[in-house]
């Protein structure tokens, strides 16, 4: 079967037109033989948001964005969606507008909610939200302390214009004398210090012997501390405690006037028969002293013995009286 030049360049035209589209429809990102889900979204604010912007799913994309238009009836931008995937979106799913990082544009996450089982159809309007991205929240955060670095400033300046007419020329120059006498000041701490290390270096051999003789010292008193360690000081402050309670019993019962010698102390007639025998033994040994002819008579050749004789005037009883 032969084909006519017309037919040969019909089929020519429509091969080439239907190139063309499909070469298009590919440069926009579209694939003709892919059947895709559209879905639609508005948001209040779309800024940074590219219309061909990628669409994601747990970070794979999914899809893309088809294109942006303004509702007219409520003033809000709708957002086509297209998404080439078999995975169940619920028709309560969320559109994020977010930013993945500070190198590229905006992108939009699809967040599906598993506990709806109402799956969403190509046409569905999905409800929609931004998220803050890094540049959003840092810009956020400059807006503040932009505000107060240029607060800082005005008082900077009303500071250093206080000063300025605080500090007059008089003012000025005993600031500078100031200055210059601390400086001279340093210069005569820093000779001082250099001295001191001067004396350091010249008495180290002292120094050191006496850091030696204190490390002696701590050592011998460390032995000391040991040696009163070991002695059981704590059993001879026990028996010392037991002694001294012993000594405090005895002398109670002298106060409370037991024993021998607490009825001396506290009972007035012993104490008087006992001074009186102490006397009377007093006079009997001073008598035998003075007077040893009354007790003892000896004689060696048997000579009579002459009879006692008492003394004219008792010097003992004179004493006594």
Do not use: C
Not at 10 to 33: C, E, N, P, Q, R
Not at 133 to 142: A, E, H, R, V, W
Not at 214 to 235: E, H, M, P, V
Not at 293 to 304: A, E
């Amino acid at each position: 079967m032969k084909l006519s030049r017309e037919i040969k360049t019909a089929i020519l035209v429509i091969a080439s037109i239907l190139l063309f589209i499909w070469g298009y429809s590919f440069l926009k990102g579209k694939d003709l033989f892919t059947n895709y889900k559209t879905f639609y979204v508005e948001y209040n604010n779309v800024e940074g948001l590219a219309p061909s912007a990628p669409v994601t799913l747990n970070g794979l994309v999914i899809g893309k964005l088809n294109g942006i238009k303004i509702n007219q009836a409520t003033g809000k931008l709708l957002v086509e969606v297209q998404i080439k995937t078999d995975f169940p979106i619920s028709k309560s799913s969320i559109a994020t507008i977010y930013e993945p990082g500070f190198i590229g544009g905006k992108q939009i996450a699809i967040e599906p909610n598993f506990e709806d089982k109402v799956l969403a159809v190509s046409g569905d309007q999905l409800s929609g939200k931004v998220r803050a991205g890094m540049t959003q929240k840092l810009s956020d955060n400059l807006v503040p302390l932009e505000e107060k670095i240029e607060k800082l400033i005005v008082n900077a300046d009303h500071l250093i214009t206080g000063i300025n007419n605080v500090l007059d020329k008089k003012a000025q120059e005993d600031l500078k004398k100031s200055l210059a006498e601390m400086s001279k000041t340093m210069e005569e701490f820093h000779k001082a210090s250099s001295s001191m290390n001067i004396i350091l270096d010249e008495n180290k051999t002292q120094i050191k012997g006496v850091v030696t003789n204190f490390n002696k010292i701590s050592s011998d008193f460390s032995k000391i501390s040991d040696s009163i360690n070991k002695a059981n000081l704590g059993k001879t402050i026990k028996t010392l405690n037991n002694t001294m309670l012993k000594v405090n019993g005895i002398m109670t019962d002298l106060d409370s006037g037991k024993g021998s010698m607490g009825k001396l102390l506290k009972d007035d007639a012993m104490y008087n028969n006992f001074t009186k025998t102490s006397k009377e033994l007093e006079l009997l040994l001073q008598d035998v002293r003075l007077y040893p002819t009354r007790y003892i008579n000896v004689s060696l050749f048997g000579k009579k013995n002459k009879p006692y004789k008492g003394p004219v005037v008792d010097s003992i009883s004179n004493k006594n009286k």
